[in-house]
């Protein structure tokens, strides 16, 4: 009887040190922004008695990795919108016959806060107001950052630039205009526009109607009236096509949107919103 009992004793220590003695994979990760590099900590246990052991990382289908310290910068389909990736650790030893290990863990790669705007300058009399038309994420849980000129500044989500502020920068001069944004999760990420208005809008711009025709327009714009300039902008300023002494202008092969059709005629200015399609 007693003879029995050792021996159970003992095949259940053998067991247990048999236990202890194989391959455990192991590792962790830390999620990162997109473009950053993830770096995971390998924490298998490898018994001294196996002697070296063999590593292989699968990195969701984007690669694979010998090192025993495995790191990878992960793809995303949009660099916008977190993904968790699927990361495999496969342990072999050299033994024969071989014990192997391998374990799945998922990571997470965070996308980059959504930047995007367009600016448009209104003008009231001899005043100029800078209004934005945001497609950045709105809310407050993020930090915000407007750069217009390396000057004028704001934290707010959706500012307003306005009145005495903004007339160095309507001179139809270039200037960086730039949004700048932090998620909760530290990732950073920024858009930078040009900004650029041109100078006759200080002046006596007067907004009107009926200058061009077809509006919507397709092909070719007729005008009013011959003018000494004619400038066809975009919403951020930048200008797209021009003529001078015309009564016409050509928008063939013009991306469809809204434009500023700006018209000078003896030193006097005006402006039309035009449509092309």
């Not at 690669?63 to 025993?68: F, K, L």
């Not at 959706?158 to 009145?163: Q, V």
């Not at 002046?203 to 509006?215: I, R, T, V, Y």
Request: hydrophobic share 35%; charged share 20%.
């Amino acid at each position: 009887m007693k003879k029995a009992i050792l021996s159970l004793l003992l095949t259940g220590l053998i067991s247990a040190v048999s236990a202890q003695d194989t391959i455990r994979a192991s590792f962790e990760s830390t999620p990162v922004c997109f473009g950053a590099q993830t770096q995971f900590i390998n924490k298998t246990y490898v018994p001294a008695s196996l002697g070296t052991v063999d590593y292989v990382w699968k990195f969701a289908g984007q690669g694979t990795s010998t090192s025993p310290f495995g790191k990878h910068t992960f793809k995303l389909t949009d660099s916008l919108k977190s993904q968790s990736f699927p990361v495999t650790l496969v342990v072999t030893s050299r033994t024969n016959p071989p014990d192997i290990d391998s374990i799945t863990i998922n990571t997470d790669v965070y996308g980059l806060p959504r930047t995007w705007f367009t600016w448009e300058v209104e003008n009231d009399g001899q005043t100029q107001t800078v209004s934005i038309d945001s497609l950045a994420i709105d809310d407050d849980i993020y930090f915000y950052q407007w750069n217009l000129g390396g000057i004028l500044k704001s934290n707010d989500r959706r500012p307003t630039f306005g009145g005495s502020d903004i007339k160095p920068f309507v001179d139809g001069k270039n200037y960086n205009f730039t949004l700048f944004m932090r998620s909760p999760d530290g990732c950073e990420n920024q858009y930078i526009s040009t900004f650029m208005y041109d100078a006759l809008s200080v002046g006596d711009l007067s907004p009107e109607s009926n200058l061009a025709f077809p509006n919507p327009a397709n092909g070719r714009v007729h005008l009013n009236k011959v003018y000494d300039r004619v400038q066809l902008m975009d919403l951020q300023g930048r200008l797209v096509v021009e003529a001078t002494s015309a009564d016409e202008l050509a928008v063939s092969g013009i991306n469809a949107g809204q434009y500023i059709l700006h018209l000078t005629l003896d030193g006097a200015a005006s402006q039309q919103r035009l449509y092309i399609h």
